[in-house]
């Protein structure tokens, strides 16, 4: 398999989507709902359309998991393009410039290729497994910092917080207690490229999808990120909870989130 043939067709397509959402922005028609606060716009669905037809242009027998079309496929066997089309729909609706295009490959399960794109900074994070991350062509690595006392944090909440909030509103306080701060952007793949390349020592969050994590997971790992669930087991794309690290700080944060 060509990774880089791969990874050009992701960063192309990753490209092109960012256009249709610069071009929706502040115009994006219809807002939908999948759920009491899970958002879907015409710009969703317009750049998902654009990025399957580029990666089918190339590669007509690989799968797709994606988003907006076909969410519940959970078949990891062969070649598979795992693609959020617009991660931080929220923000993306309210005009706040913070939300992402995510588009993984994974072989057989593993993730290979994976890279996210600002549409409106023009960051563009990219990382073939076996090759380390980059960022706009320069290569990014974690912070260094050893003290959970001394890092910047970062996490997200599900949508379905409203029906049970103490759960994740403890962690959150327990984590706001112990770091520097805590941040909330909106963006799961942008979260976990901001630790890949040190902005953030630490992401959690629970009840993520494939998509939101796919590309930024492997993005990470390649920095030196160190990713688990919240037991400490090696993450995967279909677990729910996420926790990834600069390392220095993985048990310890991972203390107050269990």
Request: hydrophobic share 40%; with cysteine.
């Amino acid at each position: 398999m060509d990774l880089n043939l791969i990874k050009n067709t992701a960063v192309g397509a990753a490209y092109k989507s960012g256009e249709i959402l610069r071009s929706h922005l502040g115009n994006f028609g219809e807002v939908s709902k999948k759920g009491p606060k899970d958002l879907v716009t015409a710009a969703d669905i317009a750049s998902e359309k654009q990025i399957i037809e580029t990666i089918q242009s190339r590669f007509a027998d690989h799968k797709i998991l994606a988003e907006e079309s076909n969410a519940e496929d959970t078949d990891t066997d062969g070649c598979t393009w795992i693609i959020d089309p617009l991660d931080g729909t929220t923000n993306f609706a309210h005009q706040v410039p913070v939300f992402s295009v995510s588009i993984a490959f994974a072989e057989n399960g593993q993730l290979r290729v994976g890279v996210v794109l600002n549409p409106i900074t023009g960051e563009l994070f990219t990382a073939v497994q076996g090759q380390g991350a980059q960022l706009n062509g320069r290569s990014i690595s974690v912070s260094d910092c050893r003290q959970i006392s001394e890092s910047l944090l970062v996490t997200g909440f599900p949508y379905d917080i409203k029906e049970n909030p103490e759960p994740y509103m403890d962690k959150f306080a327990r984590c706001l207690s112990a770091a520097i701060g805590v941040r909330r952007l909106g963006s799961a793949a942008l979260d976990l490229c901001f630790v890949a390349c040190g902005r953030f020592e630490g992401f959690w969050e629970q009840g993520l999808k494939p998509w939101d994590t796919a590309a930024g997971t492997l993005i990470a790992r390649e920095a030196g990120a160190r990713v688990t669930d919240f037991s400490g087991s090696n993450y995967d794309i279909y677990n729910k909870a996420l926790l990834a690290t600069n390392g220095h700080i993985h048990e310890d944060l991972r203390s107050l989130l269990t």
